[in-house]
């Protein structure tokens, strides 16, 4: 008697935690903001110079589920062996934003991504790799763009 009493309580103990599994997946899995967004990027079709002036990719979002705070956003560009950041603020290439809300990175608007000073490009043009992290979180999406 008292084996069967202590196999219904573990049956339903096994029961308890298989609902809420359930209901996890039902209501949505928890996901990290950003990790579920994913952008596609494409060259601007200006031509690059040698100057470091160049307006070199832009940047749209093909699924966004929640705006992202640019303080937690990273950005590099990657071309050869060299790596570049950038910010909305100017580092090595400036980020502009067509949003309402310069403190995010809205899920209906596009970026454009221009040389800050810095000939990253130059007029040969060249595969630039992408690296956008969010709160160090890797955002799906294009991975690398020729520029010409």
């Known amino acids: 008697m008292r084996k069967g009493v202590t196999t219904l309580i573990c049956l339903l103990m096994v029961a ?11 209501e949505g899995e928890s996901h990290e903001p950003g990790s579920r967004s994913i952008y596609r990027a494409s060259d601007t079709a200006s031509s690059p110079t040698d100057d470091g002036d160049d307006i070199l990719i832009s940047i749209r979002w093909d699924e966004a589920y929640e705006d992202l705070e640019w303080e937690s956003v990273v950005m590099k560009l990657e071309v050869g062996d060299t790596l570049y950041a950038c910010t909305i603020t100017g580092e090595d290439c400036i980020i502009s934003q067509d949003g309402d809300n310069d403190n995010l990175w809205e899920t209906n608007e596009f970026l454009t991504i221009s040389e800050n000073n810095v000939d990253i490009v130059g007029s040969s043009g060249a595969i630039v790799n992408l690296y956008i992290t969010y709160r160090s979180t890797l955002i799906s999406g294009s991975d690398s763009v020729y520029v010409q």
């Open 16 to 26: 308890i935690m298989l609902s809420g599994c359930l209901e996890q997946l039902i």
